[in-house]
């Protein structure tokens, strides 16, 4: 699991496993890893069937229907096929290998362990299946054995993209910050598209205090659309670490972060917000900037709609109205407000308690939230 430093002093942690191309009947081996947040054991899939074993069929039947109850997430079903197989036919290391998988993936680690060690025990030579083990021992937080089996596929495959990765994780769970670090780069010097390896690199450079060379990773991840890497963006342009100071900029990302649900951004903005108001105790200049900062952020707004004339100083989401185009509208309403545009947020209310005939009902769910939350800071009245 890799933990993430906050401003705030709280500490996150998301925990990474191997991703399983359930299609192939293996784990992938692609050139872009793609890793998600899960819990420590997996999620167990869809696991019923009207599919079960022909009362009669070959071994490779058995496991041609195996694999494709696996690639429809069937996985009780694809265990009973993938059995009957290796009960017919022992030595089909494929069946065995895919047996491995489902197991994984119905949660039973020890099973899968057991079923994937002996396969590994007389065909050595089957990186993907090893892979899967690897996987379910991470699962397993064993991460000595984990990293054994890592390290053999990389000696007899050097190129293995997947590997490496995990890898990275293992040995960051294991304290050695260099060796994940290490890992990351080598995933990233052959596959700079692997956005996860290079927010996962940022974060464990963040922990090893080595913040100016975290910014950059942290900046690619952001700008690829990663909602926590967008985050550290803005932490970064707020404090002037690894960039020049911007409040703008971390305004900017900081706003497209909490719109993907990331809690602490929308505290970065409120912290912001409660400065700009002299709630907090900052001297008059900070006040200043901050706000000067909000200002330029909602001008910059304007960038994104060449096509629209403002009139006067009316907020961006006006014109958008005057235009019939309510569906934009009520978004770009919604973060000129938050950057303190006091028009905007009346207008806001309006809309909330009127709405426009043919164009946008009264109570509309997102303009309530966001009158919520500006309830709670004092920008607005309570709403119900």
Known sequence: MISEGLMNGTTRFVVLVLPIALASGCVTTGSAPAPTAVAATPSPPATTSDSAPPAAADPARLLDLGRALLARGEMVAATMALREALHLKPDLAEARASLGLALYAMGDLDAAVEELRGLLRVRPDLAEARL??????????????????????????????QAQ?????????????????????????????????????????????????????????????????????????????????????????????????????????????????????????????????????????????PDIARQGDEPLGAALLRQGRA????????????????????????????????????????????????????????RP
Do not use: C
């Open 165 to 305: 990765y995990t890898l990275g994780v293992v040995r960051y769970a294991q304290g050695d910050l260099t060796g994940a670090i290490e890992a990351y780069r080598r995933v990233l010097a052959r596959e700079p598209r692997a956005i996860d390896a290079r927010y996962n690199l940022a974060l464990v450079l963040k922990l090893a205090r080595r913040d100016v060379e975290a910014t950059p990773e942290f900046l690619a991840a952001a700008e690829a659309g990663l909602p926590r890497a967008q985050y550290f963006a803005g932490a970064a342009y707020a404090t002037g670490v690894g960039v020049p100071r911007d409040l703008v900029a971390a305004i900017a990302w900081w706003t497209r972060a909490a719109e993907q649900g990331v809690t602490q951004a929308e505290e970065g903005l409120a912290q912001l917000r409660q400065s700009a108001s002299g709630r907090a105790r900052r001297p008059p200049a900070d006040r200043q900037a901050v706000e000067q900062a909000f200002g330029e952020y909602r001008a910059r707004l304007w960038n994104d709609y």
């Open 327 to 382: 569906r934009e509208a009520v978004p770009v309403l919604i973060r000129e407000a938050a950057a303190l545009s006091e028009p905007a947020q009346r207008m806001l209310e309006t809309l909330y308690d009127q709405g426009i005939e043919g164009q946008l009902p009264a109570h509309d769910a997102r303009i309530l939230t966001y009158l919520k939350s500006a309830a709670a800071e004092g920008r607005s009245r309570p």
């Open 132 to 161: 899967t083990l690897a996987a379910a021992l991470v699962a397993r937080q064993d991460w000595p054995a984990a990293r054994a089996e890592l390290e053999t596929a990389l000696a007899a495959s050097p190129d293995l993209l």
